[in-house]
């Protein structure tokens, strides 16, 4: 009976740092530290790397459509190209980590029964989150107020821009009778006041300094060096991938929305059709 009802916690941790070591291959704690710091900052630059690749492509999608501006007859195809673009950086920075709180104490070492203790790399806090995943934490509270705060991100972050952008497709694409109706050049033109994507980036910016300051300040007060305690604190807190790519997109949208209305002038006063048209006339300077 002794045998079948005895437990050991130090049995758990055995088995489950056995499993850990397996998994990653290795055979010491030292070992399994340093792989993972190694992963974790080759998916760091990973994370980077694809980043600029797909501000560059957008940039490069610009570009191209500035050298094919006189093409008149192709400038629906490149606005559709643009805005695909526009979803894709849209639905990548709403579900990309935004922002991470990361805080640690680095070293914390203390004299107990004449024997020096160490502790090292001990995590205080740690949070990341995309912009969805900040949406769906404020739904999902039972306060009211937080529902009614998620409820008014999702629509005005997440809904009023994928409208706004399908309209601006539905108007370069469809007959002149539903490209000119009220609602799909209401989305197009106009729904920009509703479109408060531009202060979301200004409020998780906010967000960031504000938190940055506040565990500065409280870490601080952890940094203790003396005879009998020694701490140490650091801050790894940072802006993450889908801010800049969020951050792109709104500058984006912002071209896009004039590139939109200069297009659709040029193709009211003449379209495809009228090949003789000034184009650098009707598109202006973008």
């Known amino acids: 009976m002794e045998a079948q009802t005895y437990d050991s916690t130090q049995s758990a941790i055995v088995a489950v740092t056995d499993s850990m070591f397996n998994k990653y291959n290795v055979a010491v704690t030292e070992e399994f530290n340093k792989s993972i710091t190694n992963r974790v900052a080759s998916i760091q630059a990973v994370s980077y790397q694809y980043m600029y690749a797909m501000l560059g492509c957008v940039l490069a999608a610009l570009i191209l459509f500035w050298f094919m501006r006189k093409q008149v ?4 195809v490149l606005i559709i190209v643009l805005l695909l673009f526009a979803i894709i950086l849209l639905a990548v920075g709403l579900t990309t980590s935004i922002l991470e709180v990361d805080a640690r104490i680095k070293a914390l070492e203390f004299e107990l029964l004449g024997q020096r203790v160490a502790f090292e790399n001990q995590v205080l806090f740690f949070q990341s989150q995309s912009i969805f995943e900040i949406i769906e934490t404020l739904i999902g509270q039972s306060k ?16 009023f821009p994928v409208l706004k952008l399908v309209a601006g497709g539905i108007h370069i694409l469809s007959s002149r009778n539903i490209a000119e109706s009220k609602v799909v050049k209401y989305f197009t033109f106009h729904s ?3 479109d408060m994507a531009s202060v979301m980036v200004v409020g998780i910016l906010m967000t960031y300094i504000g938190l940055n300051g506040i565990l500065k300040s409280q870490l601080s007060n952890l940094s203790i060096q003396n005879t009998f305690l020694t701490s140490t604190t650091v801050n790894y807190s940072s802006l993450q991938p889908g ?20 297009v659709s002038r040029l193709l009211a006063d003449g379209g495809p059709s009228n090949p003789n048209l000034d184009s650098d006339q009707a598109l202006g300077t973008i």
């Open 192 to 194: 920009e006041k509703w």
């Open 144 to 159: 009211p107020d937080a529902i009614a705060v998620g409820i008014i991100i999702f629509l005005f972050v997440i809904v």
């Open 73 to 76: 007859h192709i400038q629906p």
């Open 243 to 262: 801010f800049y790519i969020f951050l792109g997109y709104v500058v984006y949208e912002t071209v896009l929305h004039k590139i939109l209305k200069r």
